[in-house]
Nanobody
Framework: QVQLVESGGGLVQAGGSLRLSCAAS????????MGWYRQAPGKQRELVAL???????NYADSVKGRFTISRDNAKNTVYLQMNSLKPEDTAVYYC?????????????????WGQGTQVTVSS
């Protein structure tokens, strides 16, 4: 079993910064892509940023130049540095990881989600 634990959300004024962290733990063989998604009230969950095991990154157009995703493979942790925050960034932010675990059948790949952390940006 694998758990993703997020931290770092909160309330910030427009123009401020927050840093989210997500640590994976459990029976992990390796972690492929890790990412951050968000869901605002009444809207669908959307991709914010993604980082592969090799360090390649991908961002939603709405956050390019303001958010930076990074990871520490030794700690199985992914980060999201959010700068120049806007009220429209308000949402619940979810961590996602594609994790390879070792089972009786060998290595299998699974998709895991964190519990979500609230980010609120006031105007």
């Amino acid at each position: 079993q694998v758990q993703l634990v997020e931290s770092g959300g909160g309330l910030v004024q427009a123009g401020g910064s927050l840093r989210l962290s997500c640590a994976a733990s459990g029976s992990i063989f390796s972690i492929n892509a890790m990412g951050w998604y968000r869901q605002a009230p009444g809207k669908q969950r959307e991709l914010v940023a993604l980082i592969t095991s090799g360090g390649s990154t991908n961002y939603a157009d709405s956050v390019k130049g303001r958010f930076t995703i990074s990871r520490d493979n030794a700690k199985n942790t992914v980060y999201l540095q959010m700068n120049s925050l806007k009220p429209e960034d308000t949402a619940v932010y979810y961590c996602n990881a594609i994790v390879v675990v070792t089972t009786e059948r060998g290595n299998d790949e699974y998709d895991y989600w964190g519990q979500g952390t609230q980010v609120t940006v006031s105007s």
